[in-house]
């Protein structure tokens, strides 16, 4: 399997504080992924990269914010919060998205 | 409208048996197409690519029909590994080369 970590593998927080989750890769693949995963919704996607410092959003940006300074490393910052930020999140990296992802083993955040 | 959509089931299909699933895209500009396969609390995994021409892996038949932007999964011989949640994955370069997910069909194969 590719070398991708999350971290933390779980997470409670209170409402309002920031939050940043990492995820790592030793695969040295462009591209990164973050989703959120929620009964009904399926995966959606946050943010992505395309390279070191290159992110755009994905269709569920709001409140999330994200950082690349280097290839092995996406972060994905909760600036403040919110209950409705609890949810499972996955990190995916790919080199060639025509060929799929793999993805990392997840965060379950839950925000009281 | 969703980008894609899939029936969530449950299937509940006795070993032996042979099970499809479908899916359908709403972007005609779709580009790759995939099935995932995530186990209950684990993340996806790439369980096969889908091609035009369709593609078979083992005891797995993926199908693609772009003129009714449906795609199709067919499992035979059900294993009770099986079980698990079936993921359909559409990429659309012309979006930022996103991938957007359906909710995924529930399998349960019994003893």
């Known amino acids: 399997d590719a070398g991708i970590t999350q971290s933390p593998r779980h997470k409670v927080t209170e409402t309002g504080t920031p939050v940043t989750l990492r995820c790592h890769q030793t695969?040295?693949?462009?591209?990164m992924y973050w989703y959120r995963q929620d009964p009904g919704h399926g995966l959606r996607l946050i943010h992505y990269s395309y390279g070191v410092k290159d992110t755009d959003k994905g269709e569920v940006s709001d409140g999330y914010s994200v950082s690349r300074s280097k290839t092995e490393d996406f972060l994905l910052t909760l600036e403040s919060a919110t209950s409705s930020q609890t949810s499972v999140y996955f990190c995916?990296?790919?080199?060639?998205?025509?060929?799929?992802?793999?993805f990392g083993s997840g965060t379950r955040l839950t925000v009281v | 409208r969703k980008e894609v959509e899939q029936d969530p089931g449950p299937f509940n299909v006795p070993e032996g048996a042979t099970v499809a699933f479908n899916c359908t895209y709403s972007?005609?500009?779709?580009?790759?197409f995939f099935w995932y396969r995530q186990d209950c609390r684990k993340e996806p995994k790439l369980l096969m690519s889908v091609y035009s021409s369709g593609n078979e892996d083992g005891r797995f038949t993926a199908q693609l029909n772009r003129a009714s932007q449906y795609i199709s999964l067919l499992i035979r011989d059900s294993k009770l590994s099986d079980s698990a949640t079936y993921l359909c994955?559409?990429?659309?370069?012309?979006?930022?080369?996103?991938?957007?997910f359906g909710t995924g069909t529930s399998l349960t194969v019994i003893p």
């Open positions: 972007n005609s500009a779709s580009q790759s």
């Open positions: 695969e040295n693949h462009r591209y």
């Open positions: 995916a990296i790919s080199e060639r998205p025509m060929e799929g992802y793999t």
């Open positions: 994955v559409v990429n659309t370069v012309n979006t930022g080369n996103q991938f957007y």
